[in-house]
């Protein structure tokens, strides 16, 4: 669901976009909040239980202190590059997404690192002991929507986590399936898959996981990006194929 013009002014029980500064749209199933690159004003936003999965939107609001943000699918750490530039940025409550993986230390140190003016994370008071620390043990981010290898193994670790605690992995690419990051790319529903592709995953979990991944990952690509996947799963698929002919025959 896109979060709307009309739905902002309702809510903030405002008459401008520009006036609003306080805005709570908690459980709204929103994917799309691209309509906060029109709210300069904008001071405390809640959009916990949610299905956003890009907070570049919020770039745009300079005058952000608060940011509520758990359980939505959030893919990567490297889409904390657009919060950076908040000046006044205080608080981030990001639990509860795909990009906090497996590892909570990590996780919050990488955040620290990169936004060491927070005063508080997930609802915990930042100390100066954990920014001083997050200096060595977090993870720089210079770039908004790209994967490196740092990045990817948040991803995988978050759904091998998902995994162990009985939740679905790819329950958060079905709710966001209206707005896939800039590219706007589908993520399929199992009814989609193939057939062949049904029994593969049934069979291994494992499997599974790197689906998951694989389908969080592609609205990093851009155009060649994505000509070469298609490519490699062609010729991957064709060689798959042929390798089940034989048997069948048999």
């Known amino acids: 669901m896109k979060l709307t013009r009309k739905m902002v002014l309702a ?25 906060c690159r029109e709210m300069p004003s904008l001071e405390v936003v809640t959009l916990s239980v949610n299905s956003v999965s890009s907070l570049e939107p919020v770039s745009q609001c ?27 940025l205080r608080v981030l409550w990001l639990a509860e997404n795909p990009c906090c993986g497996a590892n909570p230390h ?10 060491p003016n927070l005063q508080k994370l997930d609802n915990q008071a930042v100390t100066e002991e954990e ?24 991803v995988l670790s978050s759904i091998s986590s998902a995994a162990e605690t009985g939740r679905d992995p790819l329950s958060c690419c079905e709710e966001e399936a209206d707005v896939q990051g800039q590219l706007r790319l589908k993520a399929p529903s199992r009814d989609q898959f193939p057939s062949f592709l049904q029994r593969d995953v049934s069979n291994s979990h494992k499997n599974r996981h790197v689906l998951t991944a694989v ?13 070469a996947v298609q490519r490699t799963a062609g010729s991957r698929l064709r060689a798959l194929q042929e390798q089940e002919l034989p048997e069948q025959a048999e």
């Open 62 to 88: 300079q005058r952000l202190s608060e940011l509520y943000l758990r359980r939505n699918c959030i893919p990567s750490l490297a889409e904390l590059f657009h919060l950076k530039d908040l000046p006044h």
């Open 131 to 154: 920014l001083s620390r997050a200096l060595m043990e977090g993870e720089e981010i210079t770039a908004p929507g790209r994967e490196g290898p740092e990045q990817l193994s948040y």
């Open 11 to 35: 809510r903030a029980k405002a008459s401008e976009l520009h006036r609003v500064r306080k805005l709570n749209c908690w459980g709204s199933r929103l994917t799309d909040i691209s309509i």
């Open 215 to 227: 389908l969080l990952l592609l609205r990093e690509l851009d155009v060649e990006g994505l000509e």
């Open 106 to 115: 990590r996780y919050r140190m990488t955040v620290l690192r990169n936004l």
